[in-house]
Nanobody, 126 residues
Framework: QVQLVESGGGLVQAGGSLRLSCAASGRTSSTYAMGWFRQAPGKEREFVAAISRSGFTTRYGDSVEGRFTISRVNAENTIQLQMNSLKPEDTAVYYC???????????????????WGQGTQVTVSS
């Protein structure tokens, strides 16, 4: 089993920045790609970003490309999401996810991931 715990959410004005962190514990040696998703009220869960096990490969959703940066610190079993130039439409609950599938592909579908955190709220005011 792998446990994922997110932190760093909060309230920020439009144009501001936030950094989310996700700490993994348990059988972290079995995890490969990790990623972030978000879900706003009444909407489906949306892919935000993913990062390979090595940290060398990343992938972003179209709506955050160029504004968000995902990074990984394997020694700490942690991934982070640096969010800049935040917009009100970025308001959502952000979830950390991890897959145990040994692949170089970075999936964008929620069904591709095996473990999920509880989520952290990000609210961007206009």
């Amino acid at each position: 089993q792998v446990q994922l715990v997110e932190s760093g959410g909060g309230l920020v004005q439009a144009g501001g920045s936030l950094r989310l962190s996700c700490a993994a514990s348990g059988r972290t040696s079995s995890t490969y790609a990790m990623g972030w998703f978000r879900q706003a009220p009444g909407k489906e869960r949306e892919f935000v970003a993913a990062i390979s096990r090595s940290g060398f490969t990343t992938r972003y959703g179209d709506s955050v490309e160029g504004r968000f940066t995902i990074s990984r610190v394997n020694a700490e079993n942690t991934i982070q999401l640096q969010m800049n130039s935040l917009k009100p439409e970025d308001t959502a609950v952000y979830y950390c996810a991890a897959t145990t599938t040994m692949t170089t592909i970075l999936g964008t579908s929620a069904s591709w991931y095996d473990y999920w955190g509880q989520g952290t709220q990000v609210t961007v005011s206009s």
